[in-house]
C-alpha cells in the first residue's frame, strides 16, 4: 500500500498551525497512534508543546524530534548493523593519514608546506568533507587531488576497520526504494519548519520519510518564486522525494505582521511603524532596558515574547539574572555552560603532560587541580619552588631528565618529596608512538594511582581500541582523547531550564517557525550580528560554485553569500511572524573594551533611519549617541560607602596612605618575624612588605621556566663555596674549624670535575661550567686571602635571638647568611665577617646608600643582629669577581646605614605600610608587581604620600643620598 502524502506551503506560522499543524495532532484523537514530529532544533520542539498545552492540544502518542533522532529511528527500522565513526575518530585518522604523508615529503619540497598547514587546520578540511558528502557529492569531486586523495584514503582506512561514513550511509538510506511493508515503520509522521539551512540533515530526514506510511510536510513558502533562489530550490529537493505539489496555506498577508521591518533589510520597501529601539550605554545598561521592558510588556498582556541571542555570552547570564531577580518566569533556551568537574579537567591536564612530553611545566598545571581535590598538601608556591630549583640545576624542562635531582633531594625535604611522589606517578613518558589501547592502559593506571574515578563516556573509544592495533603518533593520540572528555556541563540550578513561561530567551535557528507576539533582537551591533561565515582555504567559494554546477541536487554546497542570505531571509520570517512589536536593543560601548564605541548593525542603522534618525547635524553617529541611555533595576540601594572620595584620596599626594591603601590596624598587621631580604624590599617599595609580610601571600609565577644563566651561575658558585668552605666539625652556634685552604681547594676540584660530567658536552654547556669554576675558584681564593679567624660556617640561618631596633623587642628576624667567619666558636666577645658572594652586576657596598634607599641592607641587618648577640667587632663583606669590585662595611658605620629602618619601624608602629612603586613599561620593569586587580597610581604621587605618612620617622626624603 502507498503511503499517504501530504505537501504544504506556509508563510506564516500561524496560519500553518492553524489549518494543518493543529488538525494534524487531533485528526486521531482518542487513538493511540504513533505519531512523530521532525522539527529542526529542540528548542522548536519545546515551543510547539507549549502551543499544544495553551491550546489544550492533546498529545498522546506524539513524539517530538530532531533530524539527529531521525537517524537513530530509521537506523533501527533498517536493521542497519554498520557502525559509522563519529568525528573525533575521523580526526584521529585524518591526522594520521597526513602525518605519513609528512613522513614521505623532504622539508620545504614538494607538497611538505601544503600538509603542514592541513596538520595545523584539520576540523575545517573534515567539516568541508562532511559538507560535501551531506550536499550529495562523493569524495571524487573534491576540487584538490590532493585532498580528494587524502580523503579516499579516510574513506578505506574506515572501511577497514569495518565501519562507514554517516553521510553516505544517510544518503543510500534516503535513496533506498521500500519493496514490501515490512521495510515500513508504522505511523505518522510531521516534517514542520525545516529551511534551506538543514540541507545538511536533509538525507537523514528522508531515509525517516520513505519509510513512514503516513506523511505531511510543511515547510516555510519561498520569499519570491522564479528566482531560482535558495528556498525555491528547497522545496524543488522535497517535491523529487514526495512526488507530488506542494499546496499553499497562505497567499493573504494576516491582519497583524511586523513583516515591514524585515523589508527594511531584505530588499526595497518597507517601514519601522511596528519597531522600536532601546540603546545603553553599556552592555549591562542595555540588557537592564531589555528586562525593564520586558516586565511592562507582561503586565500589558503580552502573549509571547522571544529574546534572540546571538550566541550565549556574558550578557545573556546578566539577562537571565535580572529576570531572575525580577521574579519574571522565562525559558532559557540559550543555556549557561558550567566548567566541567575538577576530575575532568585534571585529566585533561595529565593528558596535555604526556602530550607536551613530561615538562616540569606541564606538572605545575596538574599540581593545583590535584590539590583541589584533596590528592596533594603543598601549595602551588611550594611546588613552584621545587620545579624552579630543579629547573635552573640542570636547566632542562625535561622531568624525567631532573628526577634524579629530585630524588636526592627530596630524601631530606618534605616539600621535595611530594614532589618526588606525583613525578613517580606520572613517569614515565610515553613513547612517540603506541597504539590507542596502550594509551588508555597507560592513562587508567594513572588514574587509578591518584586514586580517580575511571573514565565514562569512553565506550566507543574503548570499541575502536579493541579492532585497531595501528600504532599512533603520541600528539594525535592524545588529541582524540581529550576530545572524548566533556569540555563543558550543565550548570546546577540554573534558571529558565524547565517548564514553559511567556518569556522565551533563544536564538535565531531556534525561534523560526513559532508566532511571536513581541520579538526583541538584542546585541544589535555592528561586528556582533550578522557575522559574515567565510569558507575555509581547503573548499573556497569559488570551488564551491563549480561544484555546484555539476552537483546532482540543485542545492550543493553553500557559499559564504549563499550563508548570508539564508540568515537574512531568516530573521525576515521571524518578523512576518510577530503580530505586535518588534524591539531592538544595543550599546553604546561594550563590557570588555570600554573605550571602543560600537554602532549599530546594518539592519538597525535602517530602521533608525526609517524613524528619522540621523537627519539632523552630526547624521546617524550622533543620533546613537543621543539614544544611549544608562538604567538600573528595581530600587537603587545606598551605597554602602563613598568610594568616589576612597578612589580620590588614593590619588591624592598631600593625603596620607589610609586603611584603603595597605594599611590597617598595627596590633591585627604587625607579622611575628621578618625576613632581612623583605625589610631591604620594604625600604625600596612597602607594597612588597605588605603583600609578603604582613598578609604572607607571594605572587605564583605561571609563566614557564626561562633558561636565566647569570641566576644559575650564581646558585651553583654558592654550593660550590658552601661545600668547600663547610667544616668538617661542628663545635657550637653552627661553627666549627676552617677546612685548611688545600683541603677546601682539592674539595671544589673534585665537586667542579664531576659537576660538568653532567651536562651536555658542547660548547654552549662547556662554557658555561668554565665560568662557573673560575668564579667558585676566583672566590674561594678571595676567602682564604682575607686576615680573619680560624672558626666558619657556611648558609647559616640567623639566630633567633639576634634582634633589631624596630621597636617590636619580640620581633623576630630571619635570613641566610652565605659564609661567617669568627676568632671564637661562640658570638659573645667575638670578632665575625660576614661575608655574601655576588656574582651579578649588584651596587657597590656603601654605608651611606644603604641608609638612603635601603641597597644591600639586608647585609647591615645581619650585621647589627649578630651584635645584638655581644659581638664585639666586626665587618660584613661583599665579595665579586674580580677582587678589586669586593667591598666590606665595617660596625662603627651601622648607624649610618640603617638609618632607613626607621621607615620599616614607623610601619610597624602605625600599621601604614602604602607603597613606592615604580610604573611598569616597555622602558623600565620595577622590580615588583602588584595583583592583578589592583590599579597602578603613578610613583611620584606614592613618594609624596610616603613622606606625608612617615614624615615623623624619616631622617631623609625618599630618594635622597
Same mark, same amino acid.
Given at each position: 500500500?502507498?503511503?499517504?502524502?501530504?505537501?504544504?506551503?506556509?508563510?506564516?506560522?500561524?496560519?500553518?498551525?492553524?489549518?494543518?499543524?493543529?488538525?494534524?495532532? *487531533?485528526?486521531?484523537?482518542?487513538?493511540?497512534?504513533?505519531?512523530?514530529?521532525?522539527?529542526?532544533?529542540?528548542?522548536?520542539?519545546?515551543?510547539?508543546?507549549?502551543?499544544?498545552?495553551?491550546?489544550?492540544?492533546?498529545?498522546?502518542?506524539?513524539?517530538?524530534?530532531?533530524?539527529?533522532?531521525?537517524?537513530?529511528?530509521?537506523?533501527?527500522?533498517?536493521?542497519?548493523?554498520?557502525?559509522?565513526?563519529?568525528?573525533?575518530?575521523?580526526?584521529?585518522?585524518?591526522?594520521?593519514?597526513?602525518?605519513? /604523508?609528512?613522513?614521505?615529503?623532504?622539508?620545504?619540497?614538494?607538497?611538505?608546506?601544503?600538509?603542514?598547514?592541513?596538520?595545523?587546520?584539520?576540523?575545517?578540511?573534515?567539516?568541508?568533507?562532511?559538507?560535501?558528502?551531506?550536499?550529495?557529492?562523493?569524495?571524487?569531486?573534491?576540487? /584538490?587531488?590532493?585532498?580528494?586523495?587524502?580523503?579516499? !584514503?579516510?574513506?578505506?582506512?574506515?572501511?577497514?576497520?569495518?565501519?562507514?561514513?554517516?553521510?553516505?550511509?544517510?544518503?543510500?538510506?534516503?535513496?533506498?526504494?521500500?519493496?514490501?511493508? !515490512?521495510?515500513?515503520?508504522?505511523?505518522?509522521?510531521?516534517?514542520?519548519?525545516?529551511?534551506?539551512?538543514?540541507?545538511?540533515?536533509?538525507?537523514?530526514?528522508?531515509?525517516?520519510?520513505?519509510?513512514?506510511?503516513?506523511?505531511?510536510?510543511?515547510?516555510?513558502?519561498?520569499?519570491?518564486?522564479?528566482?531560482?533562489?535558495?528556498?525555491?530550490?528547497?522545496?524543488?529537493?522535497?517535491?523529487?522525494?514526495?512526488?507530488?505539489?506542494?499546496?499553499?496555506?497562505?497567499?493573504?498577508?494576516?491582519?497583524?505582521?511586523?513583516?515591514?521591518?524585515?523589508?527594511?533589510?531584505?530588499?526595497?520597501?518597507?517601514?519601522?511603524?511596528?519597531?522600536?529601539?532601546?540603546?545603553?550605554?553599556?552592555?549591562?545598561?542595555?540588557?537592564?532596558? *531589555?528586562?525593564?521592558?520586558?516586565?511592562?510588556?507582561?503586565?500589558?498582556?503580552?502573549?509571547?515574547?522571544?529574546?534572540?541571542?546571538?550566541?550565549?555570552?556574558?550578557?545573556?547570564?546578566?539577562?537571565?539574572?535580572?529576570?531572575?531577580?525580577?521574579?519574571?518566569?522565562?525559558?532559557?533556551?540559550?543555556?549557561?555552560?558550567?566548567?566541567?568537574?575538577?576530575?575532568?579537567?585534571?585529566?585533561?591536564?595529565?593528558?596535555?603532560?604526556?602530550?607536551?612530553?613530561?615538562?616540569?611545566?606541564?606538572?605545575?598545571?596538574?599540581?593545583?587541580?590535584?590539590?583541589?581535590?584533596?590528592?596533594?598538601?603543598?601549595?602551588?608556591?611550594?611546588? /613552584?619552588?621545587?620545579?624552579?630549583?630543579?629547573?635552573?640545576?640542570?636547566?632542562?624542562?625535561?622531568?624525567?631528565?631532573?628526577?634524579?635531582?629530585?630524588?636526592?633531594?627530596?630524601?631530606?625535604?618534605?616539600?621535595?618529596?611530594?614532589?618526588?611522589?606525583?613525578?613517580?606517578?606520572?613517569?614515565?613518558?610515553?613513547?612517540?608512538?603506541?597504539?590507542?589501547?596502550?594509551?588508555?592502559?597507560?592513562?587508567?593506571?594513572?588514574?587509578?594511582?591518584?586514586?580517580?574515578?575511571?573514565?565514562?563516556?569512553?565506550?566507543?573509544?574503548?570499541?575502536?581500541?579493541?579492532?585497531?592495533?595501528?600504532?599512533?603518533?603520541?600528539?594525535?593520540?592524545?588529541?582524540?582523547?581529550?576530545?572524548?572528555?566533556?569540555?563543558?556541563?550543565?550548570?546546577?540550578?540554573?534558571?529558565?531550564?524547565?517548564?514553559?513561561?511567556?518569556?522565551?530567551?533563544?536564538?535565531?535557528? /531556534?525561534?523560526?517557525?513559532?508566532?511571536?507576539?513581541?520579538?526583541?533582537?538584542?546585541?544589535?551591533?555592528?561586528?556582533?550580528?550578522?557575522?559574515?561565515?567565510?569558507?575555509?582555504?581547503?573548499?573556497?567559494?569559488?570551488?564551491?560554485?563549480?561544484?555546484?554546477?555539476?552537483?546532482?541536487?540543485?542545492?550543493?554546497?553553500?557559499?559564504?553569500?549563499?550563508?548570508?542570505?539564508?540568515?537574512?531571509?531568516?530573521?525576515?520570517?521571524?518578523?512576518?511572524?510577530?503580530?505586535?512589536?518588534?524591539?531592538?536593543?544595543?550599546?553604546?560601548?561594550?563590557?570588555?573594551?570600554?573605550? *571602543?564605541?560600537?554602532?549599530?548593525?546594518?539592519?538597525?542603522?535602517?530602521?533608525?533611519?526609517?524613524?528619522?534618525? +540621523?537627519?539632523?547635524?552630526?547624521?546617524?553617529?550622533?543620533?546613537?549617541?543621543?539614544?544611549?541611555?544608562?538604567?538600573?533595576?528595581?530600587?537603587?540601594?545606598?551605597?554602602?560607602?563613598?568610594?568616589?572620595?576612597?578612589?580620590?584620596?588614593?590619588?591624592?599626594?598631600?593625603?596620607?596612605?589610609? !586603611?584603603?591603601?595597605?594599611?590597617?590596624?598595627?596590633?591585627?598587621?604587625?607579622?611575628?618575624?621578618?625576613?632581612?631580604?623583605?625589610?631591604?624590599?620594604?625600604?625600596?617599595?612597602?607594597?612588597?612588605?605588605?603583600?609578603?609580610?604582613?598578609?604572607?601571600?607571594?605572587?605564583?609565577?605561571?609563566?614557564?621556566?626561562?633558561?636565566?644563566?647569570?641566576?644559575?651561575?650564581?646558585?651553583?658558585?654558592?654550593?660550590?663555596?658552601?661545600?668547600?668552605?663547610?667544616?668538617?666539625?661542628?663545635?657550637?652556634?653552627?661553627?666549627?674549624?676552617?677546612?685548611?685552604?688545600?683541603?677546601?681547594?682539592?674539595?671544589?676540584?673534585?665537586?667542579?670535575?664531576?659537576?660538568?660530567?653532567?651536562?651536555?658536552?658542547?660548547?654552549?654547556?662547556?662554557?658555561?661550567?668554565?665560568?662557573?669554576?673560575?668564579?667558585?675558584?676566583?672566590?674561594?681564593?678571595?676567602?682564604?686571602?682575607?686576615?680573619?679567624?680560624?672558626?666558619?660556617?657556611?648558609?647559616?640561618?640567623?639566630?633567633?635571638? +639576634?634582634?633589631?631596633?624596630?621597636?617590636?623587642?619580640?620581633?623576630?628576624?630571619?635570613?641566610?647568611?652565605?659564609?661567617?667567619?669568627?676568632?671564637?666558636?661562640?658570638?659573645?666577645?667575638?670578632?665575625?665577617?660576614?661575608?655574601?658572594?655576588?656574582?651579578?652586576?649588584?651596587?657597590?657596598?656603601?654605608?651611606?646608600?644603604?641608609?638612603?634607599?635601603?641597597?644591600?641592607?639586608?647585609?647591615?641587618?645581619?650585621?647589627?643582629?649578630?651584635?645584638?648577640?655581644?659581638?664585639?667587632?666586626?665587618?660584613?663583606?661583599?665579595?665579586?669577581?674580580?677582587?678589586?669590585?669586593?667591598?666590606?662595611?665595617?660596625?662603627?658605620?651601622?648607624?649610618?646605614?640603617?638609618?632607613?629602618?626607621?621607615?620599616?619601624?614607623?610601619?610597624?608602629?602605625?600599621?601604614?605600610?602604602?607603597?613606592?612603586?615604580?610604573?611598569?613599561?616597555?622602558?623600565?620593569?620595577?622590580?615588583? *608587581?602588584?595583583?592583578?586587580?589592583?590599579?597602578?597610581?603613578?610613583?611620584?604621587?606614592?613618594?609624596?604620600?610616603?613622606?606625608?605618612?612617615?614624615?615623623?620617622?624619616?631622617?631623609?626624603?625618599?630618594?635622597?643620598?
Amino acid at each position: 500500500m502507498l503511503p499517504s502524502i501530504e505537501f504544504h506551503l506556509s508563510r506564516f506560522a500561524d496560519k500553518a498551525w492553524s489549518e494543518v499543524v493543529r488538525p494534524w495532532l *487531533v485528526e486521531d484523537r482518542g487513538k493511540l497512534t504513533r505519531s512523530l514530529v521532525v522539527v529542526p532544533t529542540r528548542g522548536q520542539a519545546h515551543l510547539w508543546k507549549q502551543r499544544c498545552l495553551e491550546e489544550g492540544v492533546p498529545l498522546l502518542g506524539v513524539e517530538f524530534i530532531s533530524p539527529g533522532l531521525a537517524r537513530k529511528k530509521w537506523l533501527m527500522a533498517s536493521g542497519e548493523t554498520t557502525p559509522a565513526l563519529g568525528r573525533e575518530l575521523l580526526l584521529m585518522g585524518l591526522r594520521q593519514l597526513i602525518a605519513h /604523508r609528512l613522513e614521505r615529503e623532504e622539508p620545504n619540497q614538494g607538497l611538505w608546506g601544503f600538509w603542514k598547514s592541513l596538520q595545523s587546520d584539520p576540523k575545517r578540511a573534515l567539516d568541508d568533507f562532511d559538507e560535501m558528502l551531506q550536499a550529495g557529492l562523493t569524495v571524487a569531486d573534491f576540487p /584538490r587531488r590532493a585532498l580528494s586523495e587524502l580523503f579516499a !584514503d579516510l574513506m578505506k582506512w574506515a572501511a577497514d576497520l569495518g565501519a562507514t561514513m554517516a553521510q553516505v550511509q544517510s544518503r543510500a538510506a534516503a535513496r533506498q526504494k521500500i519493496e514490501s511493508e !515490512d521495510e515500513r515503520i508504522a505511523g505518522r509522521v510531521l516534517v514542520l519548519g525545516l529551511t534551506a539551512e538543514s540541507w545538511g540533515e536533509f538525507f537523514n530526514v528522508a531515509a525517516l520519510v520513505r519509510r513512514m506510511t503516513d506523511i505531511c510536510v510543511v515547510l516555510p513558502a519561498p520569499e519570491f518564486r522564479g528566482r531560482a533562489a535558495l528556498d525555491e530550490k528547497w522545496i524543488e529537493v522535497w517535491q523529487s522525494v514526495l512526488g507530488v505539489e506542494p499546496l499553499m496555506v497562505d497567499e493573504k498577508e494576516p491582519e497583524f505582521t511586523c513583516g515591514s521591518v524585515g523589508e527594511l533589510w531584505t530588499r526595497e520597501g518597507g517601514h519601522a511603524d511596528r519597531a522600536r529601539v532601546l540603546v545603553g550605554l553599556t552592555r549591562q545598561d542595555e540588557m537592564a532596558l *531589555v528586562a525593564n521592558e520586558v516586565g511592562k510588556l507582561l503586565k500589558g498582556g503580552a502573549e509571547l515574547i522571544g529574546i534572540i541571542f546571538p550566541g550565549a555570552d556574558a550578557a545573556h547570564v546578566h539577562l537571565c539574572r535580572l529576570l531572575e531577580c525580577m521574579g519574571l518566569p522565562f525559558i532559557d533556551q540559550v543555556g549557561m555552560a558550567g566548567s566541567p568537574p575538577i576530575e575532568v579537567l585534571l585529566q585533561r591536564e595529565i593528558l596535555n603532560f604526556y602530550g607536551r612530553g613530561g615538562r616540569l611545566d606541564e606538572l605545575l598545571q596538574v599540581w593545583p587541580l590535584m590539590r583541589t581535590l584533596g590528592l596533594v598538601e603543598q601549595t602551588q608556591q611550594v611546588a /613552584r619552588d621545587v620545579c624552579q630549583g630543579l629547573f635552573e640545576d640542570r636547566q632542562t624542562h625535561d622531568l624525567a631528565g631532573v628526577i634524579e635531582n629530585l630524588k636526592a633531594r627530596a630524601e631530606h625535604r618534605p616539600e621535595w618529596k611530594e614532589v618526588l611522589r606525583v613525578a613517580e606517578i606520572l613517569l614515565p613518558v610515553w613513547p612517540e608512538r603506541l597504539s590507542l589501547a596502550d594509551g588508555l592502559t597507560r592513562f587508567e593506571g594513572v588514574l587509578q594511582a591518584l586514586d580517580l574515578e575511571p573514565v565514562t563516556g569512553w565506550t566507543a573509544l574503548t570499541a575502536f581500541a579493541k579492532k585497531s592495533d595501528e600504532l599512533f603518533d603520541r600528539a594525535v593520540l592524545i588529541e582524540v582523547m581529550s576530545s572524548f572528555l566533556p569540555g563543558k556541563s550543565p550548570p546546577i540550578n540554573a534558571p529558565g531550564k524547565s517548564g514553559f513561561a511567556r518569556v522565551v530567551i533563544t536564538t535565531r535557528h /531556534r525561534a523560526e517557525g513559532t508566532a511571536w507576539s513581541h520579538l526583541f533582537f538584542v546585541e544589535s551591533n555592528s561586528g556582533v550580528w550578522p557575522r559574515r561565515r567565510e569558507s575555509s582555504c581547503w573548499l573556497d567559494d569559488s570551488a564551491r560554485a563549480l561544484l555546484n554546477e555539476t552537483s546532482p541536487y540543485s542545492l550543493g554546497v553553500f557559499t559564504a553569500e549563499d550563508r548570508a542570505l539564508m540568515e537574512k531571509q531568516s530573521y525576515a520570517m521571524l518578523v512576518r511572524d510577530t503580530r505586535e512589536e518588534v524591539v531592538f536593543s544595543s550599546a553604546r560601548f561594550g563590557d570588555e573594551d570600554t573605550e *571602543v564605541a560600537l554602532g549599530p548593525n546594518s539592519w538597525l542603522e535602517r530602521v533608525l533611519w526609517a524613524q528619522g534618525h +540621523g537627519e539632523n547635524a552630526g547624521g546617524m553617529e550622533q543620533a546613537f549617541v543621543e539614544m544611549a541611555r544608562t538604567t538600573t533595576i528595581g530600587k537603587e540601594q545606598e551605597a554602602p560607602l563613598d568610594w568616589r572620595e576612597i578612589w580620590a584620596t588614593r590619588r591624592d599626594p598631600s593625603k596620607p596612605f589610609d !586603611d584603603w591603601f595597605l594599611s590597617g590596624d598595627p596590633d591585627q598587621t604587625r607579622p611575628e618575624k621578618l625576613a632581612a631580604r623583605a625589610i631591604e624590599a620594604g625600604v625600596k617599595d612597602p607594597a612588597e612588605l605588605w603583600f609578603t609580610q604582613v598578609l604572607g601571600v607571594e605572587r605564583v609565577d605561571y609563566e614557564p621556566s626561562v633558561r636565566a644563566l647569570p641566576l644559575a651561575r650564581g646558585r651553583w658558585v654558592h654550593r660550590f663555596l658552601a661545600r668547600a668552605l663547610k667544616p668538617a666539625v661542628i663545635v657550637s652556634e653552627g661553627l666549627g674549624e676552617m677546612p685548611s685552604q688545600e683541603d677546601a681547594t682539592q674539595k671544589m676540584a673534585d665537586d667542579l670535575r664531576h659537576w660538568q660530567k653532567q651536562w651536555p658536552d658542547n660548547y654552549y654547556w662547556k662554557s658555561f661550567c668554565e665560568e662557573v669554576a673560575a668564579m667558585s675558584q676566583g672566590m674561594l681564593e678571595q676567602v682564604y686571602a682575607m686576615e680573619t679567624g680560624k672558626y666558619v660556617a657556611t648558609e647559616l640561618n640567623l639566630p633567633t635571638a +639576634g634582634k633589631l631596633n624596630l621597636g617590636e623587642p619580640g620581633l623576630v628576624i630571619t635570613g641566610r647568611m652565605d659564609l661567617v667567619i669568627t676568632d671564637q666558636p661562640m658570638w659573645k666577645g667575638a670578632t665575625v665577617d660576614v661575608i655574601d658572594f655576588k656574582t651579578g652586576g649588584d651596587d657597590r657596598l656603601s654605608a651611606k646608600k644603604m641608609g638612603a634607599d635601603g641597597s644591600s641592607l639586608q647585609l647591615g641587618v645581619y650585621l647589627e643582629c649578630l651584635r645584638s648577640l655581644g659581638v664585639s667587632a666586626g665587618r660584613v663583606w661583599m665579595h665579586k669577581q674580580p677582587a678589586h669590585n669586593s667591598a666590606s662595611l665595617e660596625m662603627e658605620e651601622l648607624p649610618l646605614a640603617l638609618e632607613s629602618l626607621d621607615r620599616i619601624r614607623g610601619m610597624l608602629e602605625t600599621g601604614r605600610y602604602g607603597a613606592l612603586t615604580k610604573e611598569q613599561s616597555d622602558y623600565a620593569h620595577g622590580r615588583f *608587581v602588584w595583583p592583578l586587580a589592583c590599579t597602578p597610581i603613578p610613583s611620584a604621587i606614592l613618594k609624596q604620600k610616603h613622606e606625608a605618612t612617615l614624615a615623623e620617622f624619616t631622617t631623609k626624603e625618599v630618594g635622597d643620598e
